[in-house]
């Protein structure tokens, strides 16, 4: 699938991104609201992708389970079973008229007993044709030309619940279900006539050779819309909170519509309208598979507001809507299977798509390098995938020796120690107590002790003071990735006196490789012009010392 594009996002062409740009900031908080933007700059905006952010699978046995759960799937290996060990079908591998009936029925699809309705004997065809699809069955011809349909060798570890089969199976229903939502979405209403007569007689060649490019065009451009709907979908899933991952149509349309940091205007508001028309029938279609919850757009709108001279009505508006009348413009909720589908998709196109936990396998000092190199991670999720199980005192060792060191990554691989120590709790307390002393570790062991409630840590010497106070702003320095924003608050909690000068004519001192970078931030983003200035001359008095 193609990678999504975010409108106002990511770096000019030539410039490298000193961060990653992952949509964490999406907050879905009104069906037809504004939405926060990632407060960047550049210009030519659109040539940078958005990374794909991890997220969280279940087990493969447990997306098996979730996929035979599926109906249409069931179904097509049902069939496919009372196949065995043959079964009679048309020269186009289709169910003879006399089995449709029984199909239905042994679906469940209609009483055993009575008329079969056309519907129902529609669905058992569809499920066939999926079976046929995915060679659940396979077709071939008989010594006497009868054309007979036998099961594949898929269906016994499928029925068996074998997830690789099982997942490959419905990962391939998954992509033909896409591919004919999409072509069904393309198919203008009169060609889709002319499709079913087979094509009126006498038409100009050049006439069908344009209506074929129309439809063409058509069907590429729902295929971007799908894949740019289901990009979406991920990566708001990827950040939601559980139970919290269900979206509104009208926000999907309006994240793939509306520029990052604008509100939707008339023009734009119709075209939200637009999107969320095309996408209900695909949304749909997808579900059948399980790839996605949806309820669809209540049909009644279109009759509640009829627009004028035949104009299709106008889906979205500027009045707030409640919970019950927004449900009826559409919801839909990425479903675990669809999150694996989409990753799947991902991959084959070459995109980066970790999941979470992927960089927790193993131990500490791989864990704190693998997080702080990642350009796309989310690094209390590994932490906490890393200490689930684990014995506190333990882990909480493991983690500070692996957080020493002077090399680029140090204070982050600290940050992330304290992070981790956070999550492991007071039960760390035996093991940051043994690195108090320590020149790299103390000043942060004290810290977190102290705001553990512990009253008896001693005040650490003003050298480990002032080294820490360098390390900690160095880490924030490096994971901000240059937020002039985020640095600035981080700025004004720095410990200066009324003295800037005597406090950093200590500061540049400090035996740490990242003082004079620290000092250099300070100098350009405080805002007392006397601070930043002695910050400024402190930071060349730390360069011309190396």
Same mark, same amino acid.
């Given at each position: 699938?193609?990678?999504?594009?975010?409108?106002?996002?990511?770096?000019?062409?030539?410039?490298?991104?000193?961060?990653?740009?992952?949509?964490?900031?999406?907050?879905?908080?009104?069906?037809?609201?504004?939405?926060?933007?990632?407060?960047?700059?550049?210009?030519?905006?659109?040539?940078?992708?958005?990374?794909?952010?991890?997220?969280?699978?279940?087990?493969?046995?447990?997306?098996?389970?979730?996929?035979?759960?599926?109906?249409?799937?069931?179904?097509?290996?049902?069939?496919?079973?009372?196949?065995?060990?043959?079964?009679?079908?048309?020269?186009?591998?289709?169910?003879?008229?006399?089995?449709?009936?029984?199909?239905?029925?042994?679906?469940?699809?209609?009483?055993?007993?009575?008329?079969?309705?056309?519907?129902?004997?529609?669905?058992?065809?569809?499920?066939?044709?999926?079976?046929?699809?995915?060679?659940?069955?396979?077709?071939?011809?008989?010594?006497?030309?009868?054309?007979?349909?036998?099961?594949?060798?898929?269906?016994?570890?499928?029925?068996?619940?074998?997830?690789?089969?099982?997942?490959?199976?419905?990962?391939?229903?998954?992509?033909?279900?896409?591919?004919?939502?999409?072509?069904?979405?393309?198919?203008? !209403?009169?060609?889709?006539?002319?499709?079913?007569?087979?094509?009126?007689?006498? !038409?100009?060649?050049?006439?069908?050779?344009?209506?074929?490019?129309?439809?063409?065009?058509?069907?590429?451009?729902?295929?971007?819309?799908?894949?740019?709907?289901?990009?979406?979908?991920?990566?708001?899933?990827?950040?939601?909170?559980?139970?919290?991952?269900?979206?509104?149509?009208?926000?999907?349309?309006?994240?793939?519509?509306?520029?990052?940091?604008?509100?939707?205007?008339?023009?734009?508001?119709?075209?939200?309208?637009?999107?969320?028309?095309?996408?209900?029938?695909?949304?749909?279609?997808?579900?059948?598979?399980?790839?996605?919850?949806?309820?669809?757009?209540?049909?009644?709108?279109?009759?509640?507001?009829?627009?004028?001279?035949?104009?299709?009505?106008?889906?979205?508006?500027?009045?707030?809507?409640?919970?019950?009348?927004s449900a009826r413009f559409g919801l839909v909720r990425l479903t675990p299977l669809g999150q694996y589908g989409i990753r799947q998709w991902l991959l084959e196109d070459g995109y980066d798509a970790p999941l979470v936990g992927e960089l927790a396998q193993g131990d500490a000092v791989e864990l704190l390098r693998a997080v702080c190199e990642a350009a796309n991670v989310l690094p209390e999720e590994e932490l906490r995938v890393w200490i689930t199980g684990r014995e506190p005192v333990a882990a909480a060792r493991e983690l500070l020796a692996a957080a020493r060191g002077d090399?680029?990554?140090?204070p982050m691989r600290r940050m992330l120690g304290v992070s981790a120590l956070n999550m492991l709790g007071t039960a760390a307390e035996p093991a940051v107590r043994d690195v108090l002393d320590d020149p790299e570790l103390g000043g942060a062991a004290r810290a977190w002790l102290t705001s553990k409630g512990a009253t008896d840590v001693p005040v650490p010497e003003r050298t480990m003071a002032l080294w820490t106070v360098v390390d900690t702003f160095a880490a924030q320095l490096l994971d901000s990735g240059g937020d002039a924003e985020l640095l600035r608050e981080l700025i004004?909690?720095?410990?200066?006196?009324?003295?800037?000068?005597?406090?950093?004519?200590?500061?540049?001192?400090?035996?740490?490789?990242?003082?004079?970078?620290?000092?250099?931030?300070?100098?350009?983003?405080?805002?007392?012009?006397?601070?930043?200035?002695?910050?400024?001359?402190?930071?060349?008095?730390?360069?011309?010392?190396?």
């Open positions: 699938m193609a990678g999504r594009r975010r409108k106002n996002a990511g770096a000019s062409p030539g410039e490298s991104a000193a961060e990653p740009v992952l949509p964490a900031d999406l907050e879905l908080q009104d069906l037809y609201g504004a939405f926060a933007a990632h407060g960047l700059d550049d210009e030519d905006l659109d040539d940078a992708a958005v990374l794909v952010p991890p997220v969280k699978l279940p087990a493969e046995e447990e997306l098996a389970a979730l996929a035979k759960a599926v109906p249409m799937f069931g179904y097509a290996l049902a069939l496919a079973r009372w196949a065995a060990p043959h079964r009679v079908v048309d020269e186009f591998g289709d169910l003879v008229e006399e089995d449709r009936a029984p199909a239905a029925q042994l679906l469940g699809l209609a009483p055993a007993e009575g008329e079969v309705p056309e519907e129902a004997e529609v669905e058992a065809m569809r499920a066939w044709s999926l079976a046929c699809d995915l060679d659940l069955v396979e077709i071939g011809t008989t010594a006497a030309g009868e054309h007979v349909a036998v099961p594949g060798p898929d269906l016994e570890p499928a029925e068996e619940g074998d997830p690789e089969t099982v997942l490959e199976l419905w990962l391939t229903a998954a992509g033909i279900v896409r591919e004919l939502a999409v072509e069904a979405d393309s198919l203008p !209403e009169e060609e889709a006539e002319r499709a079913a007569e087979g094509g009126k007689a006498g !038409e100009a060649e050049e006439e069908g050779e344009d209506a074929l490019s129309e439809v063409e065009e058509a069907r590429d451009a729902a295929a971007e819309l799908l894949d740019e709907a289901l990009q979406v979908l991920y990566e708001t899933t990827a950040f939601a909170d559980p139970g919290n991952e269900t979206v509104p149509l009208g926000v999907l349309a309006a994240l793939l519509v509306v520029p990052e940091g604008e509100e939707p205007s008339e023009e734009l508001l119709g075209d939200i309208t637009d999107v969320m028309v095309a996408l209900d029938p695909m949304l749909g279609d997808l579900a059948e598979l399980g790839l996605l919850e949806y309820r669809p757009i209540d049909p009644e709108l279109f009759d509640e507001e009829e627009g004028p001279e035949g104009e299709e009505p106008a889906l979205v508006g500027e009045a707030p809507l409640d919970e019950e009348e090399d680029a990554y140090a004004a909690d720095l410990p200066v006196t009324g003295n800037p000068a005597s406090y950093f004519g200590e500061l540049w001192r400090v035996d740490h490789p990242y003082t004079a970078d620290v000092l250099e931030a300070v100098g350009e983003l405080h805002l007392d012009r006397a601070v930043a200035k002695e910050a400024r001359k402190a930071a060349f008095k730390a360069r011309s010392k190396g």
